[in-house]
């Protein structure tokens, strides 16, 4: 189990809203119980923890009882080092 930091660009789950997990020094790959830490674009916080991933995309308990599916949509797991001074590696998922 791992936890993420992550960043939404909407205040709140929404369709159509991206979610961006960057990590400087290790490989993304979400899982099953992972937690997250989500900054939203109002400043606040939220919590969630990875229900189920598949090959389509992870759901999400956000802790409210409020569940969301997010889609792959930018998957770079493996940027060699340096090659994005943002990050080593990111991931980007579309909320449905």
Same mark, same amino acid.
């Given at each position: ?6 960043? +939404?660009? %909407?205040? %709140?789950?929404? !369709? ?6 960057? /990590?400087?020094?290790?490989?993304? *790959?979400?899982?099953?119980? $992972?937690?997250?830490? +989500? ?5 606040? /916080? +939220? !919590? %969630?923890?990875?229900?189920? *991933? /598949? $090959? ?5 308990? =956000?802790?409210?009882? #409020? ?6 949509? &930018?998957? #770079?797991? =493996?940027?060699?080092?340096? #090659?994005?001074? =943002?990050?080593? !590696? *990111?991931? &980007?998922?579309?909320?449905?």
């Amino acid at each position: 189990m791992m936890h993420w930091h992550a960043d +939404i660009n %909407a205040a %709140a789950f929404t !369709s159509g809203a991206t979610l961006t997990v960057l /990590s400087q020094h290790q490989v993304v *790959r979400l899982a099953r119980a $992972d937690t997250l830490t +989500i900054d939203t674009t109002n400043g606040q /916080s +939220i !919590s %969630a923890v990875v229900l189920n *991933r /598949s $090959d389509v995309g992870v759901r999400l308990d =956000l802790g409210d009882g #409020e569940r969301v599916f997010l889609g792959i949509l &930018v998957d #770079e797991s =493996l940027l060699p080092p340096g #090659e994005n001074r =943002l990050a080593f !590696s *990111r991931q &980007v998922w579309l909320a449905q």
